[in-house]
Nanobody, 124 residues
């Protein structure tokens, strides 16, 4: 079981930037694709971004394309989500996730392990 710990959430204003990070506990970090999901109050958890095991392939939800960037550091066992031009509708709890190495988890059913989540609140 891989233990994931997110950090970097907070309260920002619309148009601001925020960077989320997720640290994984296992040395076999490169065996996994990684991803980010989010869940707003009263809504289902939704896919945000994913990256494959070596960082060559990324996927994004249409709602964040051009604003968010996912990246990973296989030396530090971390995955990050750079969020720019934030909007109030980006407000949610953001979860780090582990999935298939080829493309990462692009849907929730592909996730094999979740982090505890970090709150992102964007005020208008």
């Amino acid at each position: 079981q891989v233990h994931l710990v997110e950090s970097g959430g907070g309260l920002v204003q619309a148009g601001d930037s925020l960077r989320l990070s997720c640290a994984a506990s296992r040395r076999t970090f490169t065996a996994y694709g990684m991803g980010w999901f989010r869940q707003a109050p009263g809504k289902e958890r939704e896919f945000v971004a994913a990256i494959n095991w070596i960082g060559e392939i990324t996927n994004y939800a249409d709602s964040v394309k051009g604003r968010f960037t996912i990246s990973r550091d296989n030396v530090k066992n971390t995955v990050s989500l750079q969020m720019n031009s934030l909007k109030p509708e980006d407000t949610a709890v953001y979860y780090c996730a582990i999935g298939p190495p080829t493309h990462g988890p692009t849907i929730a059913t592909l996730v094999t392990s979740w982090g505890q989540g970090t709150q992102v609140t964007v005020s208008s």
